[in-house]
Structure formats: structure tokens, C-alpha cells
């Protein structure tokens, strides 16, 4: 299976809160992130919070962290037409010779008036 | 600065053909990552290289791909002879970050879309 699961669309109502839910596998991951990629962009990095936190806020995202779950979520505040885009989760991995973010499929946000 | 450049941003190629693809890195950054997304999947890892050497290619599918980095500067990523299965989003990110403790933020190009028919 995958090492990052993640639903794949969201509809959400501009004005409403998106909650965005990923789940991950390995227990010594130091760091989680969330990506936004915006149709014909590259991945632009939203925010990520260190393991021993449980949550992080930042204006109108927060980050919550279930380490005993290995379930992390982000939550839009007030989500705009403008937050629609791809949103990965990925977790920090150690492979081979490196230490890089392990990204799951991405779920696609979608705000509709 | 400038971003992380990727060339071509669009490719369309035959079975059996070769195609290269260029990643311009941030400067000064001597990380650079390849992965790639096939449509309805995860991102996956390619490659990663720390300035000219490489220091992981574990994700690498197969030798039908060749990733360069002459020069500790900008990478190719070579498919030869292309399959119709490596159709997908080839992504390019850097970081200046020395691999280890800390969180190792990336920055991606806005990729370069393969398609082999």
C-alpha cells in the first residue's frame, strides 16, 4: 500500500471550513508538510510542523497532528475560490542515502460559490 | 531569486524515442531532487543529488533513465527508449539545506509533462 493516504477530491462552499485529512506510516517521521499545487504550478510548500507538536496554526490554516494515529489534517478557515488547487501531505523519509518528503496522491479541493 | 526551472514544460514523443528533460535549480542550492507523478498517483521519488554526485537513486524505475548534474549546476533527466508506461509529471525541487535534523523545505519547479504515445 501507500506510505501517505489521502482522500482524493473535496467540495467545499466558499465561506466554509475544508478539512483535508491524511494518514502516514512511518512512526519516525520528524516532520509532516502540506503542499499546495495550483493548476500549472509547481508544488509550493504551505506548511509543515515538527513530530513532538500536535498542532500549528498560521492565519487561516491549522495543522493537527495525531502521532499515536500517525493522522495528520489541515483545516482552511474561511476557504476562497482562490484555495482551490492540489493539496499534498507528505511525510519526512529516510530512503537509500537521503532524507526527503514522501508525498501521497493528492486531494483536490474544490470551492464552489 | 529565481525558481526552479524546468524544460520542456510539455514533450510528446513516440514509443521508442528519446526525450531529455532540463531542471534549473536555485542557485546556491545544492540539493536537487527528481520525482515524478503519473496521473492519479502519488508524486514519487526519482533521484536526489547533492551538487554533482548523486546521493540516492533508489526511486530511479529503471536504466532506461539517466539523471545528470555536470558541474554541481543544472540536472537532465534522460528516458531512453521511452515506454508508454513513463508518460506522467516529471518535477524538479531544490533545497539549500544540508541533509539531516532539520526540515528540509523543497522547491519545485512547475514540472514537465511527458507524454509517450
Known amino acids: 500500500g501507500e506510505d501517505v493516504e489521502q482522500s482524493l477530491f473535496l467540495s467545499v462552499r466558499e465561506g466554509d471550513s475544508s478539512v483535508i485529512n491524511c494518514t502516514y506510516t512511518?512512526?519516525?517521521?520528524?516532520?509532516l508538510y502540506w503542499y499546495k499545487q495550483e493548476p500549472g504550478a509547481g508544488l509550493q510548500l504551505l506548511t509543515y510542523?515538527?513530530?513532538?507538536?500536535d498542532m500549528k496554526q498560521d492565519q487561516r490554516l491549522t495543522v493537527l497532528l495525531n502521532k499515536k494515529d500517525k493522522h495528520l489534517s489541515l483545516r482552511i478557515a474561511d476557504t476562497q475560490t482562490g484555495d482551490s488547487a492540489i493539496y499534498f501531505c507528505?511525510?519526512?523519509?529516510?530512503?537509500?542515502?537521503?532524507?526527503?518528503?514522501?508525498f501521497g496522491r493528492g486531494t483536490s479541493l474544490i470551492v464552489h460559490p | 531569486e529565481a525558481g526552479v526551472t524546468q524544460f520542456p514544460s510539455h514533450s510528446v514523443i513516440e514509443k521508442g524515442q528519446t526525450v531529455t528533460l532540463r531542471c534549473d535549480p536555485i542557485?546556491?542550492?545544492?540539493?536537487l531532487y527528481w520525482y515524478r507523478r503519473v496521473m492519479g498517483k502519488e508524486i514519487k521519488f526519482l533521484l536526489h543529488?547533492?551538487?554533482?554526485?548523486?546521493?540516492?537513486e533508489s526511486g530511479m524505475p529503471n536504466n532506461r533513465f539517466l539523471a545528470e548534474r555536470t558541474g554541481g549546476t543544472y540536472s537532465t533527466l534522460k528516458v531512453q527508449p521511452a515506454e508508454l508506461e513513463d508518460s506522467g509529471v516529471y518535477f524538479c525541487?531544490?533545497?539549500?539545506?544540508?541533509?539531516?535534523?532539520?526540515?528540509?523545505?523543497?522547491?519545485f519547479g512547475a514540472g514537465s509533462r511527458l507524454t509517450v504515445l
Open positions: 525541487a531544490s533545497s539549500q539545506e544540508t541533509q539531516g535534523a532539520g526540515a528540509n523545505v523543497l522547491t
Open positions: 542557485s546556491g542550492h545544492d540539493n
Open positions: 507528505a511525510e519526512k523519509t529516510r530512503t537509500g542515502g537521503s532524507y526527503i518528503p514522501t
Open positions: 512511518d512512526s519516525s517521521s520528524t516532520y
Open positions: 510542523i515538527f513530530s513532538n507538536m
Open positions: 543529488f547533492v551538487k554533482e554526485s548523486k546521493q540516492d
